[in-house]
């Protein structure tokens, strides 16, 4: 899943008090704001070495069916805890530098290994220092989703980290239409 960051061609240009010609931060599109995946890394950077959360919307089928397309995501800073088996993180990937949120399937000599829930393959390894943050909420439609951030996270890496997703889908799929047809009660 890549943060949402909108199409962004060339970004416009402002002048500088000395008249200097700059591109600009950002560009604005349809009432969003779309950053960079670099310019993103680096507010949500700021924001988190200050102990505050950072919320965004995301983009990508990476890590569905537990975040999806457009959901808005909380990123909590890792502070000193490490990143543990089953966290979904955001981190620069080592070989684009594009900002990525994945989750933590392995830990091999002080770095982590990283694999979207729906992606076909391995990140790779990723340091310490590239990831930002750990995803700690899942807004979707105005509600809250708790799936895969609680403990069933390590179910969910296990799964994930030997390909079984896949055919877990149409049992979730059948277990889904019973949990949403039960009535309230």
């Not at 895969?148 to 877990?168: C, E, K, Q, Y």
């Amino acid at each position: 899943m890549k943060p949402r960051r909108g199409n962004i061609k060339h970004a416009s240009m402002v002048t500088s008090p000395r008249h200097q010609v700059k591109p600009a931060l950002f560009t604005k599109k349809r009432g969003d704001l779309s950053l960079s995946s670099q310019q993103l890394e680096k507010l949500m950077r700021g924001v988190l070495n200050k102990g505050a959360c950072f919320r965004f919307q995301g983009k990508g089928f990476s890590m569905s069916p537990f975040i999806k397309d457009g959901d808005v995501l909380t990123i909590s800073p890792l502070q000193a805890s490490a990143p543990r088996f089953g966290d979904v993180v955001v981190f620069t990937h080592p070989n684009t530098g594009k900002l990525i949120i994945h989750r933590v399937i392995g830990k091999r000599a002080g770095s982590y290994l990283t694999k979207g829930d729906n992606a076909p393959e391995e990140d790779g390894l990723v340091s310490r220092a590239a990831i930002v943050g750990r995803v700690t909420r899942v807004q979707r439609n105005g509600k809250y989703v708790s799936l895969g951030l609680g403990p069933d996270r390590f179910i969910i890496a296990f799964v994930t980290r030997n390909g079984l997703l896949s055919l877990l889908n149409p049992a979730w799929r059948f277990v889904r239409f019973f949990v949403r047809s039960r009535p309230n009660g």
